[in-house]
């Protein structure tokens, strides 16, 4: 079975200073990789997924990722956060069965 | 909006009562999923169901049933309710394998 590792439960950070949150996944099979973000009181909407080809997916928002096969990560970044990014945000994989396994999530506060 | 319709939005029901929470998948989604999220436990994986037929149990209580009818609509039933089931349960859908789920908005579940 996969799992997903986020590393951080809590990352707080200034406003437009730059945010790096990690994902680390084991998994013996190929998997598409997923960063999915919760804002307070709604559900989760994907913000990037990795399914195939460049190893480098962006956001509309300015987040991106980058799938590294060799150190099974999936790391989210932003250049510059704003206060609009606090928010809850959640590493997720999924297999070849469609099951999908979500990571602790990490709660990103941006400080004014 | 997700396309995934989750009702009711809120429930307030006493302890050893029963509950039936619906959802109703993106149209074309086959597979359903719901998770449990707590403030103590994050998100948790319940039950997949494709097509119908029960795909994958996670952290799934007896208490607990879940079934996908022939329209691909979902319940999700709670019996025995205990004050710890208080919780968000979501219902999200997905189309195959690698597709993105799509979350509702979930179903806020007090337990007094």
């Known amino acids: 079975a996969q799992s997903v590792t986020q590393l951080d439960s809590q990352v707080p950070v200034f406003e437009e200073a730059p945010v790096e949150l990690r994902c680390n996944y084991s998994s013996s099979v190929s998997v598409y990789l997923f960063w999915y973000v919760q804002y307070p009181n709604q559900g989760l909407q994907l913000l990037l997924k990795y399914l195939s080809g460049s190893t480098l997916v962006e956001s509309i928002n300015g987040f991106e990722a980058e799938f590294n096969k060799s150190q099974t990560s999936f790391h989210l970044r932003k250049p510059s956060v704003h206060i609009s990014d606090t928010a809850e945000y959640f590493c997720?994989?999924?297999?070849?069965?469609?099951?999908?396994?979500f990571g602790t999530g990490t709660s990103l506060t941006v400080i004014p | 909006d997700s396309g995934v319709t989750q009702t009711p939005k809120h429930l307030i029901t006493a302890t050893g009562q029963r509950v039936t929470l619906r959802c109703s998948p993106r149209?074309?989604?086959?597979?359903v999923y719901w998770y449990q999220q707590s403030l103590d436990q994050g998100l948790q994986f319940l039950i997949q169901y494709y097509n119908g037929e029960e795909r994958a149990k996670g952290n799934i209580l007896e208490r607990f049933s879940a079934q996908q009818f022939p329209d691909l609509h979902s319940e999700l039933n709670l019996s025995s309710l205990e004050l710890g089931d208080s919780a968000l349960y979501f219902c999200?859908?997905?189309?195959?394998?690698?597709?993105?789920?799509?979350f509702g908005e979930g179903s806020w579940l007090t337990v007094v």
């Open positions: 149209s074309g989604d086959l597979s």
């Open positions: 997720a994989v999924s297999d070849i069965g469609n099951q999908f396994y």
């Open positions: 999200a859908s997905s189309a195959s394998a690698g597709n993105t789920i799509y």
